[in-house]
């Protein structure tokens, strides 16, 4: 016989009722523990969890778990993980750059009719670019390794856009005339092709090798030198120029900083000082990335800044030299945009290739 209880309910049924309240119960907290639907952004992990391609040597934790939901990586920037500097000190420099800009177009009154402050807005727009895809690299590339391969290309090519710019900038707006008529006008399409060579040869070695080959790392150090040498060449000649004239003046010496700083910035990324002298204890503050990052920002940074005064101050020279003209910068473009347009297209599907079969 059924036995009734007070309530009026079989205690056959108050159990099976007990019981699917508990199993419903424990679904809804397993729902919201897990990381799709919740994410916790105090969780990390080590070097020995995360897959290789993430691996960054000398840093052993704080890694970010991979597949997670894009928003997991968004809202990862008010955690800490090792790449929360990382972020940071690329983003901010976004804002600063804007302000820059907004500050010297009140200053100079920028206008289309005029090709050397159109030039000068290009290179300041490509700081911005750079600095934004490098942010948007580090933010995202944890999630798989289909996102870090290709992220980090758009990263390179954002490098390679502003190493142009800056080459151009340089050679119309802060070069000796002597100088300018020895190398116009190929200089400008060796920058062309100096920044292709340079972004092919770091997508290929990113795709191809592992963080912490030893091809990769010399591939990138030996391509960034001899870009960088080679746009700055007009503004070493103007150091030399300046220096052996005795016209010594302040945007020179914001010049020699702004190498100066580069320098600086290639010798802890190449180093990677100094988390090699203390492995684990620089992984979310103070290691070198993050001090490459601050010494690359505060680099472009000057330049930008030296490039505007010498829009200001050397406008006479533009009645003894060459201007650029809209032509001229249309061309450099559409060139240099569609080589590395195909560049990308080549390298992301080789990313894609490889990230499938690991």
């Known amino acids: 016989m059924m036995s009734i209880d007070q309530s009026g309910y079989s205690k056959g049924?108050?159990?099976?009722?007990?019981?699917?309240?508990?199993?419903?119960?424990?679904?809804?907290?397993?729902?919201?523990?897990?990381?799709?639907?919740?994410?916790?952004?105090k969780r990390s992990l080590t070097i020995d969890e995360v897959p290789d391609v993430h691996k960054e040597p000398y840093v052993l934790t704080g890694y970010r778990p991979p597949q997670q939901p894009w928003r997991f990586y968004l809202m990862s920037i008010f955690s800490k993980n090792n790449e929360t500097m990382n972020v940071w000190t690329h983003l901010i420099p976004c804002f600063y750059v804007l302000w820059l800009l907004k500050t010297y177009s009140d200053e100079a009154g920028f206008t289309t009719s005029d090709p050397s402050s159109m030039l000068l807005l290009l290179f300041g727009t490509s700081n911005f670019a750079f600095h934004l895809f490098s942010a948007f690299a580090h933010l995202l590339h944890s999630r798989s390794v289909a996102v870090y391969y290709v992220i980090f290309i758009f990263d390179y090519l954002g490098i390679a856009f502003h190493a142009f710019t800056s080459g151009t900038v340089q050679y119309f707006l802060s070069s000796e005339t002597s100088f300018f008529h020895a190398v116009h006008p190929w200089y400008p399409w060796a920058c062309v092709l100096f920044t292709c060579c340079y972004f092919a040869a770091n997508v290929y070695s990113h795709v191809s090798y592992r963080r912490c080959h030893s091809e990769r790392a010399l591939t990138q150090v030996v391509s960034f030198s001899t870009t960088y040498l080679w746009i700055t060449l007009p503004v070493i000649h103007r150091i030399y120029s300046d220096v052996h004239n005795g016209n010594v003046d302040e945007v020179t010496w914001m010049h020699v900083n702004h190498i100066l700083l580069m320098i600086i910035a290639g010798f802890f990324f190449?180093?990677?000082?100094?988390?090699?002298?203390?492995?684990?204890?620089?992984?979310?503050?103070g290691h070198g990335h993050q001090i490459f990052h601050v010494m690359i920002t505060a680099s472009v940074m000057v330049q930008l800044e030296a490039s505007f005064a010498d829009l200001q101050n050397r406008r006479h020279l533009d009645l003894v030299r060459i201007r650029p003209t809209d032509m001229s910068i249309t061309a450099y473009l559409v060139v240099l945009l569609t080589s590395y347009g195909y560049i990308t297209a080549i390298f992301v599907r080789k990313a894609l290739s490889k990230a499938n079969h690991i």
């Open 13 to 41: 049924l108050r159990r099976r009722t007990s019981t699917q309240l508990r199993h419903r119960l424990e679904a809804c907290q397993a729902t919201l523990t897990t990381p799709t639907t919740m994410p916790d952004m």
């Open 270 to 285: 190449g180093s990677e000082m100094p988390q090699r002298l203390f492995p684990g204890g620089c992984d979310v503050i």
